[in-house]
């Protein structure tokens, strides 16, 4: 569980900066954000 874990947290510190200078206008556009870093990420 703690590897699992450690994956997780490493994608999150990859996506927390770049996320970080975006600005969403509610929780849709938010998640949109989030999925878009996610598949740049693939």
Do not use: G, I, T, Y
């Amino acid at each position: 569980m703690r590897r699992e874990f450690n994956s997780v947290e490493a994608v999150w510190a990859h996506m927390k900066k770049p996320l970080a200078n975006l600005s969403a206008r509610n929780l849709d556009q938010l998640l949109a954000l989030v999925k878009n870093r996610l598949k740049r990420m693939q």
